[in-house]
């Protein structure tokens, strides 16, 4: 069976071991996959996947082990039951090549690098295996499957509704492991995931965001503002744009349209008290941000609505 047909992914191909295995596959969306296998037999599957370099594969182990064999067998990593690995190599592409033991389930989330930007929004930014710096490393990461990410991946295994909604249910089951995967304790106030390593920057440009948000219609300079977050104008700059995705000033330009759009629905303002409120000193000024955001006048806009 030829592994290139298909430039995203192909069908899995037969090794060369006795015992061959395929796994259960369901397409979420594009860019957007999970991967199922459970070996019941008393034999060692081997099962084979083409995955190029664009996608970040999350693998869980619910029971028993496995291993992913690398670079034509001189390289091996275990994983063991209740555990997790997270791999991800802009580089060269990480096929999978998985000797699964007996008696072992696995469930795989591939998740392809701009799809999984669009999932987290203007936050994937702060997951820094996605950074600009860390662009052209290569990263992996173990852990344990806690209890709520075992009941989602149960689930998944045990999959036994209508199979016209499979899809639908599958791909919740996705995004609730992922969220589950990124998740902090709940008493860690802090806007981060687990690859960002600084957590007190990572604190104060959650406090630069609060400040101009909640002074929008007058916003300090950014020299203010670093100054005022006890931040170098530098790291600032950096590191906002790092959580964030967009610059200070960008960022808050998008959240005031996003504002006034929201409350020029309410109805309970006029276009002139709207740009007020979102720090707009005339109306033609705000008229011409409204715009520039979404493309047509703010009256225009509420006719529109109807």
Not at 75 to 81: N, T
Request: include cysteine; proline fraction near 3%; hydrophobic fraction near 35%.
């Amino acid at each position: 069976m030829n592994l290139n047909n298909n430039p995203e992914f192909s069908d899995f191909s037969d090794t060369k071991n006795t015992a061959r295995g395929s796994f259960e596959e369901t397409k979420l969306d594009d860019g957007f996959f999970v991967l199922t296998y459970q070996n019941e037999t008393n034999t060692i599957q081997t099962l084979e996947r083409e995955i190029d370099s664009t996608y970040i594969q999350f693998h869980f182990c619910i029971k028993g082990s496995s291993v992913f064999v690398f670079n034509n067998g001189n390289y091996r990593l275990g994983i063991e039951a209740e555990n997790s690995l997270l791999l991800y190599n802009p580089q060269r592409d990480l096929p999978i090549h998985l000797e699964v033991q007996p008696n072992s389930w696995l469930v795989s989330v591939l998740v392809s690098i701009k799809k999984f930007h669009g999932l987290f929004s203007q936050e994937a930014d702060y997951i820094t295996f996605l950074s600009a710096d860390n662009k052209d490393k290569k990263y992996y990461k173990d852990g344990k499957i806690s209890p709520s990410m075992a009941i989602a991946l149960n689930q998944i295994v045990n999959y036994n509704l209508n199979i016209s909604i499979k899809n639908l249910y599958f791909k919740g089951k996705a995004l609730e492991l992922l969220s589950l995967y990124f998740n902090r304790s709940e008493d860690a106030d802090i806007e981060q995931c687990p690859f960002l390593v600084d957590e007190t920057n990572v604190i104060k440009i959650r406090k630069a965001k609060d400040i101009v948000i909640a002074r929008m219609a007058e916003p300090p300079t950014l020299q203010e503002l670093s100054e005022e977050i006890g931040l170098s104008l530098k790291k600032l700059k950096e590191g906002f744009k790092q959580i964030y995705g967009d610059s200070v000033f960008s960022f808050l330009f998008d959240y005031k349209m996003e504002v006034a759009r929201k409350l020029l629905e309410a109805g309970d303002h006029n276009v002139n008290e709207v740009g007020l409120k979102v720090g707009y000193s005339t109306s033609s000024h705000f008229i011409s941000a409204f715009k520039k955001k979404y493309g047509t006048t703010p009256k225009k806009y509420l006719m529109a609505l109807g």
